[in-house]
């Protein structure tokens, strides 16, 4: 019987039974190979994100490490250079500044003798009037200067002590510059304080001297500005929220001028002292101040006298503003009638006092101003522009010297620039006017370089 052929083509013959076995083999080593394989990378990928990991930890411990050694050394700058030593319970410390000077003059009407301070300082009532042309060139040190200080506790509060000396207004002995420039120290303040108390030597309290802009000169505006430092007892009582009330009894000194003669009279027959309060604001981007002024101008000498009521008042104040608060704009106004001696180191007289005419003070009014903007171009780069002004308002009773200053007014610039903390260079530039009475000008242009170290 013969098979047909469908079933005989349904039966696998036994070389394609072996090939089917051989090829669910191979079948199944891929799958296993496919499964090692897929574990491998797996594997690979897990410790490759497990270094990852680690080195992003590495990373983050170093950047840490880093960050405190930054924030350490800012901290230790941050802190006063030099933290004093004790003694018991008293804090010594000490400290100062070391500042060189030099500059090049040109006053438009007249020079000024050697050893004058209007070499060294602008000081308005210096610029010469009525002569030829000068140039003055001169350099120093005089500024330089020392202060010491204790503190010590005592019931609750801190009782202090500070001394404070330069070479500034010392006058310059004959030859000076000839060798050895030597210069005698000359006192600047000296006053205990404790708690609110403050007895002594210290900056009137009529004034801020905080707010004075930088500048490679004493002041800077002197020509606008309350300038003074004397004896006082001085009480400061915070009112809260940044405010502060001061009452003081200061020094008195009456300043006079003659009617024929612009020189000043230092008159010591004063009775009263001179009588000043002022309230002080200050919060992270501000400083305000508005303070009055009451005094007796005295004159009393062989018999006669007179006694006359004087008064003033001013405000200033320091505005910061800008990236990080680094520029600011500072101000100051005043006004005031026989306080002649407060302005500019005497620009004008308190009044005017002449026997020869009458046994009466003639009173002066004054008025000054001056403001400043600070810009800091970098954070070691910063330059101050500043105007000040000062007019002298005399009485019509009694006659005025020609040589009275009458008015002044300067304009400046500088930059300065800090190359590591506490190291200060500027170059300066100032033009200011003096007139007198008599109508007479002068003028002073004046290019100044200043080197500055503080410790």
Known sequence: MTVPAVAQAAAPTKREAELEARLLRLEAEMATLKGDLAQTWADKSAAADQQTAQAMQVAQAAQAKADAATAKVAALEAKPQFDGFKVGATTFKMGGLVKVVGSATHFSSGDLAGGSLGKEFFLPQQIPVGGAASTDLIGHARQTRLFFGTSTPVAGKELKAHIEFDFALAAAPLGAQRATNAYTPTFRRGFISFGNLLIGQEWTTFQ????????????????????????????????????????????????????????????????????????????????????????????????????????????????????????????????????????????????????????????????????????????????????????????????????????????????????????????????????????????????????????
Do not use: C
Not at 307 to 330: E, Q, S, Y
Not at 382 to 398: E, K, L, N, V, W
């Open 208 to 455: 801020n001297p905080s707010h004075l802009p930088e500048t490679t000169d004493f002041v800077g505006p002197m020509d606008g500005s309350i300038f003074v430092r004397q004896m006082m007892v001085q009480y400061r009582q915070p009112l809260g929220g940044g405010l502060d009330l001061y009452l003081a009894a200061e020094n008195p000194q009456t300043e006079t001028i003659t009617s024929t003669s612009a020189a000043m009279v230092d008159n010591d027959q004063d009775r009263l002292p001179d009588f000043i309060t002022k309230l002080a604001y200050k919060d992270k981007t501000k400083e305000l101040h508005v303070a009055a002024l009451v005094r007796s101008v005295s004159v009393h000498t062989a018999g006669a006298g007179d006694n006359a009521l004087g008064w003033g008042a001013t405000v200033g104040g320091k505005i910061l503003f800008g990236p990080d608060l680094r520029h600011d704009i500072r101000f100051m106004a005043a006004g005031g009638h026989g306080i002649g001696r407060y302005f500019t180191v005497g620009y004008a007289p308190d009044a005017i006092y002449d026997r020869a005419v009458a046994d009466r003070l003639e009173l002066v009014n004054n008025v000054a101003a001056w403001a400043s903007v600070k810009l800091a171009w970098t954070a070691t780069l910063r330059s101050t522009f500043m105007a000040g002004y000062q007019h002298a308002d005399y009485p019509d009773r009694i006659a005025t010297p020609g040589l009275a200053n009458v008015e002044a007014w300067s304009v400046a610039g500088n930059l300065f620039w800090s190359p590591v903390r506490n190291l200060d260079f500027g170059i300066e530039y100032r033009h200011a006017l003096r007139e007198v009475a008599s109508g007479l000008v002068g003028k002073m242009d004046r290019v100044e370089l200043a080197a500055k170290y503080t410790f």
